[in-house]
């Protein structure tokens, strides 16, 4: 049975920096393609980060410079690390597992259920001013 936990959220101030893990179980980090999206309640779910087997990764624009994707196949864990928080980065964070390959080469993507394999439950990143 495959699982995600994501954990490493919470309440910062702008300008501030978290760091967001996803324990993997029951699927190994270094197979095929990884990543992050986020939800706010009533909007488009929104790809932020994806990495493949490779170690390539892809961001979008809003998170580039800001946030990186890594993974530690030692540990079976997914990793993004998040600088210069601002509010609009507001989100329930979510990793996914495997997900379709399109969205490893671009993150900006649409992060449809079906393109994604497994996602865990989520953690809450909350930035203040």
């Known amino acids: 049975q495959v699982q995600l936990q994501e954990s490493g959220g919470g309440s910062v101030q702008s300008g501030g920096s978290l760091r967001l893990a996803c324990a993997l179980s029951?699927?190994?980090?270094?197979?095929?393609?990884m990543g992050w999206f986020r939800q706010v309640p009533g909007m488009e779910r929104e790809g932020v980060a994806a990495?493949?087997?490779?170690?390539?990764?892809s961001y979008i624009d809003s998170v580039k410079g800001r946030f990186t994707i890594s993974q530690d196949n030692a540990k079976n864990t997914l990793y993004l690390q998040m600088n210069s928080l601002k509010r609009g980065d507001t989100a329930k964070y979510h990793c996914?597992?495997?997900?379709?390959?399109?969205?490893?080469?671009?993150?900006?993507?649409?992060?449809?259920?079906?393109?994604?394999?497994?996602w865990g439950q989520g953690t809450q990143v909350t930035v203040s001013s």
């Open positions: 029951g699927i190994t980090s270094n197979t095929g393609c």
């Open positions: 996914a597992a495997p997900i379709q390959r399109d969205l490893c080469r671009e993150a900006g993507g649409h992060w449809f259920d079906e393109r994604l394999g497994n």
């Open positions: 990495i493949d087997s490779d170690g390539r990764t």
